[in-house]
């Protein structure tokens, strides 16, 4: 499948990565929590709330060999896609199929594969309690992850010699990119994630080290099936929220900010 390129997003002139942008027909929130900005964010809350519930259900209707055909030409997009094959460093979600995520497994596996150069190395979540505190942890083999009491695959604290795994915010070296999930999106960037915040929270703390450490930052790109792509304006977003740098559905992909463009042209 050919890839395919968008430009709405930059012709509306979305911010680029690490940026926030006004909501539309909403103000920017602020750290005076007044009444007023309140009521926002609980308007806003609620619009999630909803949005969330319409997505899992349009997820759960997908036909199963639908999505398998979904998935695998994402996967493809990627594989074959000039950014990921130059890239070194990664961190990746690990896809759940009761979750209905686009599955990562193949684009897992490849960048696993052992290569006579050192090959990529691969940093996959770990979830370390409910305040929105997730690690990546890195993995060397798919045979590194295992269920957590969700069910949910996730790499042990320590790997089989007992040593305690590299923590990305730990690395000496950046990432490149980032492969995140999500329940909905926009062409301008617009994610939302399942409301936990783990990813929001975790994105945040990486910015800052790589400013920290003056690193470039790594390309956000989020795995999309086609009903998850929403009209813009509609996912309802608060400065928190973290956009995404680039888009990939069944279609291609999708550039959103500047870094995106750059990388991709």
Known sequence: MMTQWYTRAAAKGVAVSGHFWQPYGLGR??????????DELDAIFKQKRILRTQLRKTLKAIDPSLRSEQDNAIQDIILGAPWFKSSLRFC????CSALREVDTF???????QPQPNGGKK???????????????????????????SMDILEPAPVDADG?????????????DILLLPGLAFDRSGRRLGR??????????????LAEARNWKQPLLVALSYSQQILDDGVIPVTSTD??????VSPEGVIP????AFNRYH
């Open 29 to 38: 929130m602020t750290t005076n929590c007044t009444s007023s900005n309140r």
């Open 106 to 112: 193949k684009l897992l596996s490849h960048i696993l």
């Open 195 to 208: 409301g936990g915040g783990y990813y929001d929270t975790f994105l945040k703390n990486y910015k800052e």
């Open 163 to 175: 040593n305690a795994r590299e923590d990305v915010l730990q690395a000496n070296d950046p990432v």
């Open 256 to 259: 959103i900010s500047s870094a």
């Open 122 to 148: 691969l940093y996959v979540p770990r979830v370390e309690d409910k305040n929105s505190h997730m690690r990546m942890l890195n993995i060397s083999r798919i045979d590194d992850l295992v269920a957590n």
């Open 92 to 95: 990746a979600y690990i896809s």
């Open 242 to 247: 973290i956009p995404v740098d680039a888009l």
